[in-house]
């Protein structure tokens, strides 16, 4: 399989704290994604980052990449109850994207 | 703006029964796809079409087929389901090519085959 590995695979930590979650691929990419999933719904993508770029940000979030290592981490800063989801890499390739398992993130009140 | 719709959300089969899942975007996307969502295995691509007219396999079609009817409407279908398709069925589209851009994803159809 071509799927990458994320960990942990479930966090829980409470609001205010910072949350990160890291995921690992196995073949060279363009770029790599991160998508949200909230329970029961559809996934929505956070952010793109680059095989050229190490590191991007949007507003609370905080993304690196280390090609060398086949290595991605997503960062969330001053999490709140909404962020409670799960959220997936997913790596570019070729023609394809392939999404890891993901991490089920909970933010406690 | 409905983005992308899938239907139906929820079906219940019989072993052996056949079903063609529809899905529709109002974005002008080019790429299409199919993904399925088990838990603990993350998302699978199952079919994927880079503009009208072309399908691909992804990592699991057998059992699958699909049809993309026109740049809008990408359908899949189960000729004969099996337990083991009892999944959650995304469909998804972007404007870029395959991988490029950034996948918009419909809400989902819940299938069980008994």
């Known amino acids: 399989s071509q799927q990458g590995e994320e960990d942990p695979q479930a966090l829980s930590i409470q609001e205010g704290e910072n949350a990160t979650m890291n995921c690992s691929y196995k073949?060279?990419?363009?770029?790599l994604q991160w998508y949200r999933q909230n329970s029961g719904r559809g996934l929505v993508h956070l952010i793109l980052?680059?095989?050229?770029?190490r590191e991007k940000h949007s507003g609370r979030l905080r993304v690196t990449l280390d090609t060398s290592k086949k290595s991605s981490s997503l960062l969330i800063t001053a999490s709140r109850a909404a962020d409670t989801a799960s959220y997936f890499c997913?790596?570019?390739?070729?023609?394809?994207?392939?999404f890891g398992e993901g991490t089920q993130l909970t933010v406690n009140p | 703006n409905a983005g992308v719709t899938q239907t139906p959300k929820f079906q219940v089969l019989k072993t052996g029964q056949s079903m063609t899942l529809q899905c529709a975007q109002d974005?002008?996307?080019?790429?299409m796809y199919w993904y399925r969502q088990d838990p603990g295995m993350g998302l699978r691509l199952i079919y994927y079409?880079?503009?009208?007219?072309?399908?691909d396999k992804g990592e699991v079609p057998n059992g699958y087929n699909v049809s993309r009817l026109n740049k809008r409407e990408f359908s899949l279908r189960l000729e004969s389901a099996a337990p083991s398709q009892t999944s959650v069925y995304f469909c998804?589209?972007?404007?870029?090519?395959?991988?490029?851009?950034?996948?918009?994803f419909g809400e989902g159809s819940r299938l069980t085959v008994l």
């Open positions: 998804a589209s972007t404007l870029a090519a395959p991988g490029a851009g950034e996948l918009f």
């Open positions: 073949t060279s990419i363009n770029n």
């Open positions: 980052i680059r095989s050229n770029e």
């Open positions: 997913a790596n570019n390739s070729g023609s394809r994207l392939t």
């Open positions: 974005m002008n996307h080019n790429s």
């Open positions: 079409s880079a503009s009208e007219g072309t399908t």
